[in-house]
């Protein structure tokens, strides 16, 4: 299973970013997709993630700004960044919980997508 982020991006503050992660490989069904970032010497930190029930969870730093959605059929999460700030500058990397034909439930990371808020 391989997990491909796209959407990284330098930005000025106040504008916006779409991110993409499309999952694929041998994969049965995704549970949850989710968003974290990771920035220069912090730990890595939730940003948001998506059920597949549609049920959604923000890290308060994302409520009102960020907004995660899936499109199921095409294994693929988005997250639309709005109001971009400089400290929402990091790494964010893409993650998928996921029942693997011959593995069973496995979790995958992607390599992850540079946003940096500046101007």
């Known amino acids: 299973v391989q997990l491909v982020e796209s959407g990284g991006g330098l930005m000025q503050p106040g504008g916006s970013l779409r991110l993409s992660c499309a999952a694929s490989?041998?994969?049965?069904?995704?549970?949850?997709m989710g968003w974290y970032r990771q920035a220069p010497g912090k730990q890595r930190e939730l940003v948001a993630h998506?059920?597949?029930?549609?049920?959604?969870n923000y890290a308060d730093s994302a409520k009102g700004r960020f907004t995660i959605s899936r499109d199921s059929a095409k294994n693929t999460v988005y997250l639309q960044l709005n109001s971009l700030k400089p400290e929402d500058t990091a790494v964010y990397y893409c993650?998928?919980?996921?029942?693997?034909?011959?593995?069973?439930?496995?979790?995958?990371w992607g390599q992850g997508t540079q946003v940096t808020v500046s101007s």
């Open positions: 993650n998928a919980d996921l029942w693997e034909l011959g593995v069973g439930r496995a979790a995958y």
């Open positions: 490989g041998r994969i049965i069904s995704i549970s949850t």
């Open positions: 998506i059920s597949n029930g549609g049920s959604t």
